[in-house]
């Protein structure tokens, strides 16, 4: 069955420093989605991506994080100068039409 | 996209069927209920959707009153493997605009 995976499971980082979380998404899928969640806390949306392009994003996605669709398959994150609290699970989603989405088992991100 | 209301925790017996409720009386004729679920910090995994008819697959039944004002997800036998956050979510059934966003769900135990 069709997967979305992400790498790595874990990543641990220094503050400050620039972090690329990993994804590939299901194959036919157009739409793609990052979320995160806090430890104890809700799973939280923070950017969708179609067309190439930003769909829609969250308030928690600012100018330090970004995305890109850089080839055919990959779909990443990234996060320019990390803080203490951007530690959290990254989810990583797809879905074909834009309503059923499919995640995947995140990255656990650790800033020490 | 509608919300939705969910008690923030239920019991259920080994091998009976767990029922769980939602609230979405505000969802409009475009909006489909998704229901998810999130066991100990794992992704998040899809259960079943529908729009206003039943609906049933191989881990769960959904019915939708006729009113489309709430809905109840069935696990028709529950495992301890089903103990997991659940998450009824309303959203429009495709395209860019909407997302997945979810709430605090239900924390379902499942006991011996």
Known sequence: EPEVTQTPSHQVTQMGQEVILR?????????????????????EFLVSFY????????EIFDDQFSVERP??????????STKLE???????????QGGLAFFGQGTRLTVV | DAKTTQPTSMDCAEGRAAN?????????????????????S???????HGLKNNETNEMASLIIT????????????ATLRDTAVYYCIVRRGGGSQGNLIFGKGTKLSVKP
Request: one cysteine or more; charged letters at 20%; hydrophobic letters at 30%.
């Open chain 1, 71 to 80: 080839d055919g398959s990959n779909f990443t994150l990234k996060i320019r």
């Open chain 2, 20 to 40: 769980l409720p939602c609230n979405h009386s505000t969802i409009s004729g475009n909006e489909y209920v998704y229901w998810y679920r999130q066991i100990h």
């Open chain 2, 42 to 48: 794992q992704g998040p995994q899809y259960i079943i």
């Open chain 2, 66 to 77: 006729e009113d489309r004002k709430s809905s109840t997800l069935i696990l028709p036998h």
């Open chain 1, 51 to 58: 067309n190439n392009e930003i769909s829609e994003k969250s």
């Open chain 1, 23 to 43: 994804c590939v998404p299901i194959s036919n899928h157009l739409y793609f989605y990052w979320y995160r969640q806090i430890l104890g806390q809700k799973v």
């Open chain 1, 86 to 96: 951007d530690s959290a699970m990254y989810f990583c989603a797809s879905s074909e």
